[in-house]
């Protein structure tokens, strides 16, 4: 039973099957660069690269995670297992996968614990200040808009009229300001009509402004399922959902972000133009300028990309980068003061991050301030002279007005205190904290990335990260040169290598190394003489470990010494074989302590044609030959030499043996069981994000592999 559980749960077993309703779209970057979008439409959207649309369109339910690494292998020369593992929990926790997933606590609180009464169907979504009152379905109304009317809009000489009027709307409105028009300007003799024209504008701006991403997202032939009515912070707005529109290239992308703003400077626009012909319009012209100044405000907002609004969705686009605004303060958050602490220069995609991020956070604690000094300079002579004024009906409407812009400022403001109040608590000790630990703590991280340090005791590690020694290179400098010899080990704690070698007086790139990786492992080995050059592509900090030092603080018992030798050693002739191309310096540190070295003498049988099989062997040292028997007669079918390997079938199939594979001299082997391939495939599926991000692939030379058995 026990076995049969485990097998339903290895991840190397499970079935991804994807859905069959999805939508494949195919694209290329501004620089262009291919990508793919998967798109649950209406609900999910994920972007897939190269490799990634390679794994995802051979998920139709005949092959198992373990397949889908063969053919990973396959393809592309090296063993994915981490980003197979990756994509499928990605589409799987995105709802792609055919079996959803499923929230097993949540049921099992239910089955505990019932309801008394059924739960009623909520009308809203969305959290208490993002309330949304959908309106689902519209997708029939919005195509109906755009045939009998909205296609208009998008015709060359109706762009080209309504670019004119935007840019003399514009010149017209500062005209207008400057000719005395005022904003709150009463409606008649009436302050209060004055104001509820102002906030009739507003709405009518803002429904004209979501009607044209609507209207545009059509234009490109998407879906609009959906829109409605929403209370942002208690104030009350239109939306309309235009993700389909994932599914084009990214100017058509920019180009519905836009159409909202361009909708209401141009309406804005032709308002502003009248009241600068006809200035004495009386009524008319009040109320188009109220329009004028709502829409001008509302699209001017829409386009600052420091809040999640059109215009950070334009940038965030042009610039190619998902997720921005969070990447950025991710980074402001931690690792931009890691950098400035260590003086580190920054690249070009982190003095980016450090800048909008600064920025993004700097204008959203101050836009509430900024509000409400706004809203009570502007307000204060209207509503004065309007309280003062005899009458409930009056004062009602003060009390209105005043509630629904003090309310949700409040609310955001009170909010936005309490979480700098608990900061601000925190922030001492956090500093102290960061100030002594910030280098040791890094040193540790990276120290316990390592795997054939993986058994090394805590006291050991923090023993060695002190005595680590910190380089700093610059840019295009030779860390270590082929041929010199060397006594130090090194990891890298910020910055870039490469590893070259020198064949036919030409220098070879054969792999990039980034923070976390390692190199120089030989000297520890004893043998230092550097088999390639590192050097620096960009401003690199090591942290350098001689050998004598990195014996003399990892100081143990033998048995412990030897056995990290031994994993080195390992570790080491793994590097060299082209199966395992393309792996990370931890992938070969797991795998030289799953695997096993066995000793084969001459004519020793290891596998045999016909019987079951769930080992693979890797040939270490000697030679193997491969017999096959057909119609009674055998033959031998292969030679296989160190680095060749064999059993891979019985690894990932239930099939027999398909030869028998005996020793043709004294030789050794190693051998990796079905169940710890199944183990390795697990680990990488729980790895941290952070060593999973400094986890990269070494591209290495490969050769001509010979399979079998």
Request: charged share 25%; hydrophobic share 45%; with cysteine.
């Amino acid at each position: 039973m026990w076995e049969r559980l485990g097998e339903r749960i290895s991840p190397a077993d499970y079935t991804p099957v994807l859905r069959s309703d999805l939508t494949w779209a195919r694209f290329k970057t501004r620089h262009g660069d291919p990508y793919v979008m998967l798109a649950d439409r209406g609900h999910e959207y994920i972007t897939l690269g190269e490799e990634d649309d390679f794994l995802a369109s051979r998920m139709d339910g005949t092959r198992r995670v373990s397949d889908l690494v063969v053919d990973y292998f396959r393809k592309f020369g090296s063993l994915g297992y981490d980003r197979v593992v990756r994509l499928v929990g990605e589409l799987r926790e995105a709802g792609m996968l055919v079996d959803r997933p499923r929230n097993i606590y949540e049921r099992l609180q239910g089955a505990l614990n019932p309801p008394k009464t059924p739960p009623k169907p909520r009308r809203t979504e969305g959290p208490f200040l993002m309330l949304r009152l959908p309106l689902k379905g519209i997708d029939p109304a919005v195509t109906w808009l755009y045939d009998h009317l909205g296609f208009v809009f998008f015709k060359r000489p109706v762009v080209l009229l309504t670019f004119v009027v935007t840019i003399l709307g514009l010149a017209a409105f500062v005209a207008d300001l400057f000719g005395g028009h005022d904003i709150f300007a009463p409606l008649g003799k009436s302050v209060l009509l004055g104001i509820v024209a102002l906030v009739v504008a507003y709405y009518l701006a803002t429904f004209i402004h979501e009607s044209a991403h609507a209207l545009a997202c059509k234009h490109f032939g998407r879906k609009v399922d959906q829109g409605g009515f929403m209370l942002f912070y208690l104030m009350p707005a239109f939306y309309v959902d235009t993700s389909d529109i994932w599914l084009e290239p990214w100017w058509r992308r920019i180009a519905v972000s836009f159409a909202g703003p361009y909708s209401g400077f141009t309406v804005a626009g032709a308002c502003s133009i009248l009241v600068w012909l006809f200035p004495h319009s009386g009524v008319v012209g009040t109320l188009l300028f109220k329009f004028a100044v709502a829409s001008y405000f509302t699209d001017a907002l829409n386009l600052m990309p420091l809040l999640p609004l059109d215009g950070y969705y334009i940038l965030m686009d042009w610039l190619e980068i998902p997720q921005l605004r969070q990447q950025a303060l991710d980074f402001i958050k931690g690792p931009m003061w890691r950098l400035l602490l260590d003086r580190e220069r920054f690249n070009r995609r982190e003095i980016l991050f450090a800048v909008f991020g600064v920025l993004a956070a700097t204008y959203s604690s101050l836009s509430i301030f900024l509000a409400i000094l706004y809203w009570r300079r502007r307000l204060s002579p209207v509503v004065t002279p309007l309280w003062a004024t005899p009458g409930f009906w009056a004062k009602a409407t003060v009390i209105g007005v005043v509630a629904v812009i003090a309310v949700p400022l409040s609310m955001r403001l009170g909010r936005r205190l309490w979480r700098y109040v608990k900061t601000l608590g925190k922030a001492p000790a956090a500093a102290r904290a960061a100030i002594l630990t910030i280098r040791l703590r890094d040193r540790m991280r990276l120290l316990e990335s390592l795997g054939f340090l993986a058994t090394v005791p805590q006291a050991g590690l923090d023993r060695l990260a002190r005595a680590a020694r910190v380089r700093e290179y610059p840019s295009g400098t030779n860390v270590v040169r082929q041929g010199d010899r060397g006594d130090q080990f090194f990891v890298i704690a910020a910055g870039e290598a490469a590893v070259m070698v020198r064949e036919r007086a030409e220098d070879r790139t054969l792999d990039r190394l980034g923070v976390g990786d390692y190199f120089g492992e030989r000297a520890l080995l004893g043998d230092g003489v550097r088999r390639a050059t590192v050097r620096s592509l960009t401003p690199l900090k090591v942290l350098a470990f001689p050998a004598e030092t990195f014996w003399k603080e990892l100081a143990g018992t033998m048995a412990w010494e030897a056995r990290l030798r031994m994993v080195l050693g390992e570790r080491e002739r793994l590097e060299a074989l082209p199966i395992f191309a393309g792996m990370g310096s931890r992938q070969l540190d797991l795998l030289a302590v799953k695997l096993q070295v066995q000793e084969v003498e001459p004519g020793e049988t290891l596998v045999r044609q016909g019987d079951p099989g769930d080992t693979f062997f890797i040939v270490r040292d000697g030679e193997m030959e491969v017999l096959v028997s057909a119609n009674g007669a055998r033959r031998r079918a292969n030679l296989l030499k160190p680095g060749d390997f064999f059993g891979e079938v019985a690894l990932l199939y239930d099939v027999p043996r398909t030869a028998t594979v005996r020793a043709r001299s004294r030789a050794s082997v190693w051998r990796l069981g079905r169940q710890d391939f199944r183990d390795l495939v697990g680990r990488y599926m729980g790895l941290e994000g952070d060593v999973a991000k400094v986890a990269a692939s070494r591209l290495r030379r490969r050769t001509r592999l010979r399979s079998a058995a």
